[in-house]
């Protein structure tokens, strides 16, 4: 009966329902993880890279890059990172519009672009591709990690619908319910982001596929307030980063291990 009703995005089926959208988030559920966790002084991101086979060739992303060279984090504004999941190539588009937009609100009123509006945007233009014959929905999950002046710190998520909500933690992609149960029973309301770190990392531990983290596999960003610039600081870390965190929470060793075997 199913295939009468999803062979277009804006034919309902008989129970309400459009598969196309429910397609779109199985597809993101089998996506790399990316976890999320709102802290008092800032939010940090972290979000598992799948690499494909031996033979790809990772050295032009040895260094990473500040504005989000990676294939899931992004710098979206100064205030806002973004974390994906899901279909690479429709995130990128996703990615651009909300630069786009950011830099319109920045160049319209002369300030950064409030986490939630950004959110709205990019949602509104999702929705409209699950309404119109001839599109499909974006295939892509997202994370807004950011900050404002007036609601300081705020951690958001969208799906291919076209809804968002708010979030002091949360997970999407592989294994997103594991993390989730891991959330609820290690997150505090008060934790700050030194804090934060180690939790997101033991989580992603837990949770990734991988019997090894290493900075290969895994992308890493935080964003805090710099008291000094009075600005909110994004910060992408670079793969040797990423690796001496992981050694600094214990989490490398047994990849060190075997290296030396």
Not at 34 to 61: C, H, I, N, Q, Y
Not at 154 to 178: E, F, R, V
Not at 206 to 214: A, H, I, Q, V
Request: with cysteine; aromatic share 8%.
């Amino acid at each position: 009966m199913a295939r009468r009703y999803d062979s277009r995005t804006t034919i309902f089926s008989p129970e309400g329902r459009l598969y196309q959208i429910e397609y779109a988030m199985e597809a993101i559920s089998h996506a790399g993880t990316v976890l999320g966790v709102l802290a008092k002084d800032g939010v940090v991101l972290a979000a598992e890279k799948r690499v494909t086979g031996k033979l790809l060739d990772l050295s032009g992303a040895k260094d990473g890059g500040y504005g989000g060279s990676g294939e899931k984090m992004f710098l979206l504004n100064s205030n806002v990172i973004g974390g994906v999941a899901g279909i690479t190539s429709d995130a990128n588009s996703l990615v651009n519009y909300a630069r786009t937009t950011a830099q319109r609100h920045l160049l319209m009123y002369n300030d950064d672009i409030p986490v939630e509006l950004l959110a709205q945007r990019l949602c509104d233009l999702k929705q409209g591709y699950t309404q119109y014959g001839g599109l499909r929905p974006f295939g892509v999950s997202l994370l807004y990690a950011g900050y404002d002046p007036h609601y300081k710190f705020q951690l958001y998520h969208s799906d291919p619908s076209g809804n968002y909500s708010g979030w002091k933690a949360t997970c999407i992609g592989a294994n997103n319910g594991t993390a989730q149960s891991l959330l609820k029973q290690e997150y505090k309301d008060d934790i700050l982001v030194k804090d934060a770190i180690g939790l997101v990392l033991r989580i992603m531990s837990k949770t990734m596929d991988s019997t090894t983290l290493g900075s290969e596999k895994l992308e890493f960003a935080v964003l805090t307030y710099d008291e000094e610039a009075k600005a909110p600081k994004a910060k992408i870390y670079k793969p040797g980063e990423i690796d001496a965190l992981l050694q600094a929470e214990g989490l490398a060793k047994k990849e060190d291990d075997e290296m030396k075997s």
